[in-house]
């Protein structure tokens, strides 16, 4: 790969118009970091500021066109991880949704006590499980265990090894379907069935597929999802997430948050907890409206764009970057940190050194690129597709490669509590 090469990718990319809607400094570093936080698009700014003239205006009487759009906007997403309508609400943290659902779960699975968990999975899911197996938040029932996974740190978990750990006892199991650090992707389909004919339900993680990676819950018999807006779907830092409870279910499974947004004639005030029928079930209190208007307008500049655009991008992007790498950094001492294999692969690409901390940190510093850094090793490099042009995933490489063909440098400053 040249960069005239690059170059040419970006005259034909049908996706380039989109990068223009981005607020981007064109004197600034390139941001590699779609994957942590999405950047601020002038959509998403004009809704905030739109709902917040609502706001000023109307006060109270703005929540007449509020109210539903944890629903509706939960609609939109539904259209990027295949979920019919009314099955997606939008509203609470990822680890909130991840709280209720697996509590849900875990209440229909009478005699089945085991949580099944990847031992590399992202910290907060990891801890919610714990915590559940520790009896956080419950007064109930047998003791839950859960049953770690092991993976490996840059392919994932193998679907022999899962297998082997999903029996007649289990009564969930919990995955992301991109891993944060390494973005190795499971197969949806294959994994959903195998869970099924163990009798158990499957909570998937969306929060490195949402709006990146192609998905399709309902055609996979999935049971429930959690995911995040902030990264791809460029919502806003914190924007509120989203979960997802295929249909059937909606009447078997039950928050563990009783809350009055999840009441049957909200307003009536009754003396007595009755949730709704639908997913709207799983909301809990007053949702927060900036945020959702914000993610949707993400989610409908990604529908305008194309799920089927934005993969093929990425993909492209990842298949560039891993030769790149190859060819640039490895004689550096960087090794892929991700699967080889794009059918293996999400849409980040991550890479490995022994120094990556002070490399990150003087990419950052000396503003060339935006990066992010994963303990113990990883660097991860997130371009998302529809503000990131070939060129930047050229350039950036480049980057990398001069600060690493510099030397150890100064830079080697103790880590700030945010990487
Ligand atoms: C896979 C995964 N799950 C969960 C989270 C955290 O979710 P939240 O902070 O919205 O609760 C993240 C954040 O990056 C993530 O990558």
């Not at 740190?153 to 199991?173: F, H, I, M, Q, W």
């Not at 990556?356 to 090793?377: K, Q, Y």
Request: aromatic fraction near 8%; include cysteine; hydrophobic fraction near 40%.
């Amino acid at each position: 790969v040249d960069r005239a090469q690059a170059e040419a990718l970006d005259r034909t990319d049908p996706l380039a118009g989109f990068r223009d809607e981005f607020f981007i400094d064109p004197t600034g570093p390139i941001y590699m970091d779609g994957n942590s936080l999405g950047r601020l698009s002038g959509r998403v700014a004009d809704a905030v500021e739109g709902a917040m003239e609502s706001w000023r205006i109307e006060v109270v009487g703005g929540w007449r066109e509020w109210v539903d759009l944890p629903l509706s906007v939960g609609d939109l997403i539904g259209r990027l991880i295949g979920a019919g309508p009314g099955q997606v609400l939008v509203g609470d943290s990822t680890t909130v949704n991840l709280y209720k659902l697996s509590r849900a779960a875990l209440d229909v699975q009478k005699g089945r006590s085991v949580i099944v968990c990847d031992d590399n999975e992202f910290p907060t899911d990891r801890y919610v499980l714990a915590g559940i197996a520790a009896g956080a938040g419950s007064n109930s029932r047998e003791p839950i265990e859960v049953r770690w996974v092991r993976s490996d740190p840059v392919n994932g978990v193998d679907l022999d090894s899962l297998a082997s750990c999903v029996d007649e006892r289990t009564a969930l199991v919990c995955l992301s379907h991109v891993n944060y650090r390494s973005a190795a992707r499971l197969d949806i389909q294959a994994v959903t069935s195998l869970v099924h004919e163990r009798g158990a339900l499957m909570l998937w993680d969306l929060c490195h597929s949402a709006g990146a990676v192609p998905v399709d819950l309902d055609g996979a018999g999935a049971d429930m999802a959690v995911g995040c807006t902030y990264k791809y779907l460029n919502a806003g830092p914190g924007a509120p997430a989203f979960l997802y409870v295929r249909e059937e279910l909606h009447t078997r499974l039950s928050s563990p948050i009783w809350g009055w947004f999840a009441q049957r004639d909200q307003f009536e005030m009754g003396e007595r907890f009755e949730p709704v029928d639908g997913v709207g079930r799983f909301g809990a209190g007053s949702p927060d409206m900036l945020g959702l208007v914000a993610v949707s307008a993400g989610a409908s500049m990604l529908l305008e764009a194309g799920m089927d655009k934005l993969w093929g991008k990425s993909r492209a992007m990842g298949e560039m970057l891993l030769e790149l790498v190859a060819e640039r950094l490895e004689p550096f001492g960087v090794d892929l940190g991700s699967p080889a294999d794009a059918d293996r692969r999400g849409a980040h690409v991550s890479v490995r050194h022994p120094r990556a901390w002070p490399m990150c940190n003087e990419l950052v510093a000396r503003r060339l690129v935006v990066p992010d850094f994963r303990v113990p090793d990883t660097v991860r490099l997130g371009p998302a597709p529809i503000y990131t042009r070939y060129v930047d995933v050229f350039d950036a490489v480049e980057r990398i490669r001069d600060v690493l063909a510099g030397g150890p440098t100064s830079s080697e400053r103790e880590r700030p509590r945010v990487t």
